[in-house]
């Protein structure tokens, strides 16, 4: 049996049965004649119309990541944090509240604290994320939308995702979930109650480190026209056309952020880009074994060295997230974590100056293994309260633990240690902990005296 040429399909296309996805790169489409055009800028005719509102190219990798996600639909756009802002201003209007949980990427916080505000949409943070009452008593008659990440970066203390949906769905609210670090190799956030699940596909999906992207993906279960009051912009007809609830049912949601958040705000990824996202996830699952393997083995060692005083990965025992981790993620607690060491700011400077397979730059999920200080980084302009709070030491690095040999990482940070000067290395340990006793205090230990820390 001959396959029907489907991009959304990843099947071979008509013309000359190539089994990868061609390139569209075309800004627009052609119309057949008159009535094609009114009946695709009409909606009747499902074919395409110009780049900026869809492409074939498009088409194919929205539909892989949302079979993969377990979702209905899904929407690709230029980057990660285009997939947030299009997945929340789908949902978030002026005047709207929504919560979000305290420790998530310093980009979306900052647009969400900083660019949502100017919209004149207020975000408020829970203090206590694993503390179901902390969320309840703060939601509002405003509030529209509770969001979270699956794997915190760079802390990872995880949130109890199934409790999270279930408490929002109680007051008929949908849960937004980024599940970048996890991927739904690791975790399906769909399949314990989330709604809106987006990526930064910049990272482990693609995985190399060579282009841009981010994913929105719907679950495609949320009942949008059950409180028509919360959602007026789903729920009523505009222009003469009937609402999008009427229209598309549970896909309400999706069509409206397609055609008019994305098509009007015009976060448009080259049909390019959408290749290379392709090619990244035929590896995904490969690459991802790699990664978490390489990530527990790394973080096992770094636990164990004196010159750390803790490590924040959810894959250790004697992380606060540790229980959360075996549900969410048996494959797997990620590849992306933090450590801090005893020595401070001068020790951080010391190990990222000396390290030499991992590479000093922003950004995660790359098959390479990367380092950098957030403190003077990513959360360089935050207040020192602020990142008192969210737990950015001086002394915290993140790593990026790519799929290069665990053993080279491992003697490459331990070189990096060993190159530390003693002062700089225990500058941060008191007096009294300074000596033999305190090298042998053992890995649980160190750990916790880190846990006090998160937000």
Sequence with gaps: MRHRPDPRRGLPESAHGARITPIYLSAGFVFDDFDQAEARFGGTDPGYVYSRNNNPSHVAVEARVAALEGGTGAIFVASGQAAVSVALLGVLK?????????????????????????????????????????????IRPTTRLLFAESIPNPKNDLVDIEALASLAHRH??????????????????????????????SKLLTGHGASLGGIVVDAGRFDWGARPDLYPHLNESRRNQPSFVSRFGAGAYLAFTRSVVV??????????????????????????????????????????????????????????????????LPRGTGSIFAFTLHGGRAAARGVVDSVALFSRMTHI???????????????????????????????????SVGIEDADDLIADLAQALAALPAAAAHAAVPAAAAGPAATAAPAAARAGAGAAALP
Aim: proline residues 6%; glycine residues 6%.
């Design 94 to 138: 002026a005047g709207d509240h929504f919560l979000s949980a305290p420790s998530i990427y310093e980009g979306t916080r900052s647009l969400f604290r900083d660019n949502f505000a100017r919209f004149g949409i207020e975000v408020e943070f829970v203090e206590n994320p694993r503390d179901l009452d902390d969320w309840e008593r703060r």
């Design 172 to 201: 008929d609210l949908p849960f937004a979930i980024d599940n970048t670090v996890a991927t739904p190799y690791l975790l399906r956030p769909i399949e314990f109650g989330a709604d809106i699940v987006v990526h930064s596909a």
């Design 263 to 328: 098509n009007r705000l015009g976060p448009t990824p080259s049909p390019f880009h959408a290749f290379l996202l392709q090619q990244g996830i035929e590896t995904l699952s490969l690459r991802l074994r790699q990664h978490v393997a390489n990530a527990a083995r790394v973080a096992a060692w770094l636990d164990e060295q004196p010159q750390v005083a803790s490590v924040d990965y959810a894959g250790l025992t004697s992380s606060p997230s540790y229980e959360l981790g075996q549900k969410y």
């Design 365 to 399: 999920g790359d098959v390479r293994s990367l380092i950098i200080h957030p403190a003077t980084t990513t959360h360089l302009h935050l207040t020192q309260e602020e990142r008192d709070r969210f737990g950015i030491d001086e002394g915290l690095i993140r790593l």
